[in-house]
């Protein structure tokens, strides 16, 4: 079944379909889908080796079940559970946005006020959908159970292509204050979707470095973009990762001994010209002969990273050839050199004092 056949059933209300669009997104990350409907109701099931992290992922399908706007549904009710579990460690409620041919009783019912992204390979910037009236006292578009679930993005798979109609200033103003994610939030979204060593040396230091990086990406990551994957890398010798979103790609550095992750690298996905990828990393052309070199600590994740979400937005040249890091090999370089003036001016120390006690010897003999 296509891409195209599988959105336009979910569309409909079919809970195969819809649990089929969450589990392109989130079964490569361990986690399994299962949905229902009990009469208006859709229950969706997520269930993991842990425990599926309620603040990232409730929203992640609220949002992306409100995309598809499915006419047979009313009210969507998320459940998380450890694999092997009966009973669900958590679960949060929602109501659904009311379309135009519901009867009129379900006409109180307002739509979240949250931004829209646009993917599936457009690389136009993302809207906000206009708010109508809303009932007195509520909040919009969900219950009171749902936290932080609205400051969360889409699911590319979930995503619509229809426009959306230009919402007021104010508006604008409400849905950016309301979906900016916070560092907490992104520190979760990196440790869920972020694809960094598991084990060994590296995997220490990226315990360490997320939540530096998901501060910077709270600092300078527009409430617009939507993160789609990121991926463990060195970049001009420092720890870093790349992070992709629907419009470009970015990357943010973490130097030895700085508290603070710097963006070091940005780059809008219709500025580049072509990219190079092999087993051992990532090139990326710009034009006037621009490059950037990245490189995997591991060459599995770095596989996982270019035949992902990456490839469905811009195509990939495979190559065996990645020329070495020249920023380490100063680096190594300079170490060797740092090595020889030190074993230089110790032997010279050393030569120096034997100088000096055969003077003295010399000067008052036994």
């Given at each position: 079944?296509?891409?195209?056949?599988?959105?336009?059933?979910a569309?409909?209300?079919?809970?195969?379909?819809?649990?089929?669009?969450?589990?392109?997104?989130?079964e490569?990350?361990?986690?399994?889908?299962?949905?229902?409907?009990?009469?208006?109701?859709l229950?969706i099931?997520?269930?993991a080796?842990?425990?599926p992290?309620?603040?990232?992922?409730a929203?992640f399908?609220y949002?992306?079940?409100?995309?598809?706007?499915?006419?047979a549904?009313a009210?969507?009710?998320?459940l998380?559970?450890?694999?092997g579990?009966k009973?669900p460690?958590?679960s949060q409620e929602?109501k659904?946005s009311?379309q135009?041919?519901?009867s009129?009783?379900?006409?109180?019912?307002?739509?979240?006020?949250?931004?829209?992204s646009?993917?599936g390979?457009?690389?136009?910037s993302?809207?906000?959908n206009?708010?109508p009236?809303v009932?007195?006292?509520?909040?919009p578009?969900?219950?009171t159970?749902?936290?932080n679930?609205?400051?969360?993005?889409?699911?590319?798979q979930?995503a619509?292509?229809s426009a959306?109609v230009?919402?007021?200033?104010?508006?604008t103003?409400e849905?950016e204050r309301?979906?900016r994610?916070?560092a907490?939030?992104y520190?979760?979204?990196l440790r869920?979707i972020?694809?960094f060593?598991q084990?060994g040396k590296?995997s220490?230091d990226?315990y360490?470095?997320?939540?530096?990086?998901?501060?910077a990406?709270a600092?300078?990551m527009?409430?617009?973009?939507?993160?789609l994957?990121?991926?463990g890398?060195r970049?001009q010798g420092?720890?870093a990762c790349?992070?992709?979103?629907?419009?470009?790609?970015?990357?943010?550095?973490c130097?030895d001994?700085?508290?603070?992750?710097?963006?070091?690298f940005g780059?809008n996905?219709?500025?580049?010209?072509?990219?190079?990828?092999?087993?051992?990393?990532l090139i990326?052309y710009q034009?006037k002969?621009?490059k950037?070199?990245?490189?995997f600590y591991?060459?599995?994740?770095?596989?996982n990273?270019?035949?992902?979400?990456?490839s469905?937005?811009?195509?990939?040249?495979k190559?065996?050839?990645?020329?070495d890091?020249?920023h380490?090999?100063t680096?190594?370089?300079?170490?060797?050199?740092?090595?020889?003036l030190?074993?230089?001016?110790?032997?010279a120390?050393?030569g120096a004092?034997?100088w000096?006690l055969?003077?003295?010897?010399?000067?008052?003999?036994?």
């Amino acid at each position: 079944m296509t891409q195209t056949e599988l959105l336009e059933l979910a569309k409909q209300g079919r809970p195969t379909a819809i649990a089929a669009l969450i589990n392109r997104s989130l079964e490569p990350k361990g986690i399994t889908a299962k949905a229902a409907l009990k009469g208006r109701c859709l229950q969706i099931t997520l269930a993991a080796p842990k425990v599926p992290n309620q603040k990232v992922l409730a929203g992640f399908i609220y949002q992306g079940v409100m995309k598809l706007a499915p006419e047979a549904i009313a009210s969507l009710k998320v459940l998380g559970l450890q694999t092997g579990q009966k009973a669900p460690a958590w679960s949060q409620e929602f109501k659904l946005s009311p379309q135009a041919e519901f009867s009129e009783e379900l006409s109180a019912i307002a739509p979240v006020e949250a931004p829209v992204s646009r993917t599936g390979g457009s690389r136009k910037s993302p809207t906000s959908n206009p708010s109508p009236s809303v009932k007195k006292g509520k909040t919009p578009g969900r219950t009171t159970q749902s936290g932080n679930g609205d400051r969360l993005k889409i699911p590319p798979q979930l995503a619509d292509n229809s426009a959306s109609v230009p919402p007021s200033t104010e508006q604008t103003a409400e849905s950016e204050r309301r979906s900016r994610l916070t560092a907490l939030d992104y520190e979760d979204l990196l440790r869920d979707i972020g694809q960094f060593p598991q084990t060994g040396k590296f995997s220490v230091d990226y315990y360490y470095a997320i939540p530096k990086i998901a501060q910077a990406l709270a600092e300078l990551m527009p409430s617009t973009s939507e993160i789609l994957d990121v991926v463990g890398v060195r970049y001009q010798g420092q720890l870093a990762c790349i992070v992709l979103t629907e419009r470009g790609l970015a990357c943010f550095s973490c130097p030895d001994f700085s508290r603070k992750a710097i963006k070091t690298f940005g780059v809008n996905l219709n500025k580049i010209s072509h990219l190079s990828a092999g087993k051992r990393g990532l090139i990326i052309y710009q034009p006037k002969s621009l490059k950037k070199h990245f490189y995997f600590y591991n060459k599995r994740l770095g596989k996982n990273f270019i035949e992902g979400k990456l490839s469905e937005f811009i195509s990939v040249e495979k190559t065996r050839f990645i020329p070495d890091d020249r920023h380490e090999v100063t680096l190594t370089l300079f170490g060797y050199f740092a090595l020889f003036l030190s074993l230089l001016v110790n032997l010279a120390g050393l030569g120096a004092g034997v100088w000096f006690l055969i003077q003295r010897m010399m000067e008052n003999p036994f």
